[in-house]
Nanobody
Framework: VQLQASGGGLVQAGGSLKLSCAASGRRIIGLVMGWFRQAPGKEREFVAAMSWTGDVTDYGDSVKGRFTISRDNVKNTVYLQMNSLKPEDTAVYFC????????????????WGQGTQVTVSS
């Protein structure tokens, strides 16, 4: 599966952005989908993940209550709604996919896409 994230940009603190991750090459049905981010000089950080049925989700502690992951299996797209953004949310955001259900618990994904830059100004 090929993944392409989009929707990043510059936003003021307290604002919102919605990222999209369009998949191609296969349907995302049956795939766990996730979002990660990496800020300059920092390690990659888990943001969110969702099972292929949508009934199981997991979020990183730093984004709980502010970010929401969703998916549209018909449009073959995953989304990340980001609200109440903070300057520390500034990073390149990547989407990822994995056929294993335990990918959510392990936060370990097989396929990765190109990232999209999110910059939050104070």
């Amino acid at each position: 599966v090929q993944l392409q994230a989009s929707g990043g940009g510059l936003v003021q603190a307290g604002g919102s952005l919605k990222l999209s991750c369009a998949a191609s090459g296969r349907r995302i049905i049956g795939l766990v989908m996730g979002w990660f981010r990496q800020a300059p000089g920092k390690e990659r950080e888990f943001v969110a993940a969702m099972s292929w049925t949508g009934d199981v989700t997991d979020y990183g502690d730093s984004v709980k209550g502010r970010f929401t992951i969703s998916r549209d299996n018909v449009k073959n797209t995953v989304y990340l709604q980001m609200n109440s953004l903070k300057p520390e949310d500034t990073a390149v955001y990547f989407c990822a996919a994995d056929p294993r259900s335990q990918a959510i618990r392990r936060r370990d994904f097989y396929s990765w896409g190109q990232g999209t830059q999110v910059t939050v100004s104070s």
